[in-house]
């Protein structure tokens, strides 16, 4: 019954949205000119920042603060969990995949970590970035706590959580740090393109001023907090 | 194009309907994240142009679709991420508090 009146309410909202919206939406798709802020980054983007995927140069020069919040965002679930989980650290489970999975597995994780860092290394020439490498190097952690089991003695597996956070803050720490590299040339916060050392020419590895340094960082950021995340999850019984 | 909205739209409602018509806490989460997948479509689409090249300029360019709705999705991606972690969190600790993972009885046991 009462699912009977949420269904008759979702199919009228839906027809609304699709009457009036739609039109509109796909107007604004065939317009010739982009928003003005679009249409600068796509003409300027290069030459400004250094760094020729322009998403990159969006989330890490121009729109630097965004970023900045993504990663306290991060940070927040990551201290709140930590704090909240009470982790229980004996826990072990040794025989559930047959060898096969685990030798094709181990075979595996070396060249999880070499394209995590691959997509770190290369964030501002391809598509990838520190996000995404960093939920690669956190996916290789994951493999291994559900493949191997996580089975380590208290103090040990204590400790390495422990290393783990630690990482994860000092490269917050770094992010921010590399930032204020901006205010002390006399520019803004988190910019990379004002500075004006863009160490090659566009295209090459080692180009974009700070970007791959805000990309190691943020790589190496969510890689630890995300499998920081996953082992606390896994060990609360 | 038309199609593309339609289809946001549709999934935007069924996460709606999930979120409002079931009771288990599993399942309003992935209510949540169909209707935040829905509004990540919605970004990349209203960002597309028509024959618009990858935002990536190694060549010169006719055309490229607009890069910022991008650069906004990913940061949606990231945080909708962390967010499922945190509530799944929870759900864990209300499982265990209550032994129980309808929000009816959830609020009942709580007087």
């Known amino acids: 019954m009462r699912k009977g009146y949420i269904v008759v309410l979702i199919l009228i909202l839906a027809t609304l949205l699709m009457i009036n919206l739609v039109p509109v939406l796909s107007n604004f798709n065939n317009l010739n000119s982009l928003a003005t802020s679009s249409q600068h980054y796509i003409e300027h983007g290069i030459e400004e920042t250094g760094s020729i995927n322009l998403v990159t140069s969006i989330l890490l020069d121009y729109r630097g603060f965004d970023t900045l919040g993504e990663t306290i965002v991060i940070f927040i679930v990551v201290s709140t969990i930590t704090v909240l989980a009470v982790p229980n650290l004996g826990y072990r489970n040794d025989n559930i995949c047959s060898p096969i999975v685990k030798q094709s597995i181990s075979m595996i994780i070396p060249f999880l970590y070499l394209l995590g860092f691959y997509l770190i290394a290369y964030g501002h020439l391809s598509p990838g970035g520190g996000f995404t490498g960093g939920v690669l190097i956190a996916i290789t952690f994951i493999l291994l706590a559900v493949i191997f089991g996580v089975g380590y003695i208290k103090a040990e597996a204590r400790r390495e959580l422990i290393s783990r956070s630690l990482i994860e803050n000092l490269a917050a720490l770094g992010f921010v740090i590399s930032g204020m590299v901006g205010i002390a040339a006399g520019y803004n916060f988190l910019s990379s393109g004002q500075l004006g050392l863009s160490f090659g020419s566009p295209g090459n590895l080692v180009s974009g001023g700070l970007i791959p340094i805000f990309n190691l960082m943020i790589g190496i950021k969510i890689g630890a907090g995300m499998s920081v995340i996953f082992s606390h999850l896994i060990k609360e019984e | ?111």
């Open chain 2, 1 to 111: 194009m038309k199609a593309g909205y339609c289809s946001v739209i549709i999934l935007f409602c069924l996460g709606l309907y999930t979120i409002v018509a079931y009771r288990n806490l599993i399942k309003i989460i992935i209510g949540i994240n169909i209707m935040e997948s829905s509004l990540i479509l919605l970004l990349i689409i209203g960002g597309y142009r028509p024959q618009g090249a990858a935002p990536i300029i190694t060549r010169p360019f006719e055309k490229v679709v607009d890069p910022l709705p991008q650069a906004l999705a990913l940061t949606s991606i990231v945080i909708g991420a962390s967010i499922t972690a945190l509530m799944l969190f929870l759900v864990i600790k209300l499982n265990k508090e209550y032994g129980t993972l309808n929000i009816d009885e959830i609020r009942r046991l709580r007087g």
